[in-house]
């Protein structure tokens, strides 16, 4: 959770009320009223006011994928806190055989930042991606991120020269 510095703000006349406008979600404003006649003031106790939560902003960071013959481990970094918006719950990972669009599958997990993919095709380049959830919704995808499986090397010739 950020807090944020805010100057003072000055309104004249006999408003009750005030809106602030450009507030970020899920942040914490700390906030004091100071009334004055010209010759006495009062001031309130400070109060901490965090506002509501968003969908993410930001997509999750540094996608990377650790691949081996038939599986690969994919990586990521939840997305800059400033862009969190909320409690992070979940991830949305989309992955599919590069050439093949139509082989898109998409798995979700919880609060966690890596996920193992298992039966995957030997010696295949897929493409995955990331996004962020919260309980208001589903963030933006990060920067696709390809990987090539290892490929099978039973059936490699050796031949002398």
């Known amino acids: 959770i950020t807090e944020i510095y805010m100057p003072s703000i000055t309104v004249t006349g006999t408003k009750l009320e005030y809106t602030v406008d450009g507030l970020s979600p899920y942040v914490n404003y700390?906030?004091?009223?100071?009334?004055?006649?010209?010759?006495d003031s009062c001031d309130s106790n400070m109060d901490t006011i965090r506002m509501p939560s968003a969908v993410p902003s930001g997509p999750p960071l540094n996608l990377r994928a650790k691949p081996s013959r038939d599986s690969a481990i994919l990586k990521w970094d939840p997305p800059a806190e400033k862009d969190q918006n909320?409690?992070?719950?979940?991830?949305?990972?989309?992955?599919?055989?590069?050439?093949?669009?139509?082989?898109?599958m998409n798995r979700t997990v919880g609060a966690v930042?890596?996920?193992?993919?298992?039966?995957?095709?030997?010696?295949?380049?897929y493409s995955f991606t990331v996004a962020a959830i919260n309980k208001n919704g589903t963030g933006?995808?990060?920067?696709?991120?390809?990987?090539?499986?290892?490929?099978?090397?039973?059936?490699?010739?050796?031949?002398?020269?």
């Open 30 to 39: 700390t906030v004091k009223c100071t009334s004055s006649n010209g010759e």
């Open 86 to 104: 909320g409690v992070i719950t979940g991830y949305l990972i989309k992955y599919q055989l590069r050439s093949d669009s139509s082989s898109q």
């Open 113 to 125: 930042t890596e996920l193992k993919l298992d039966n995957l095709m030997t010696g295949m380049t």
């Open 140 to 161: 933006s995808d990060a920067a696709m991120v390809m990987f090539t499986t290892i490929p099978d090397i039973q059936n490699l010739r050796v031949s002398e020269v």
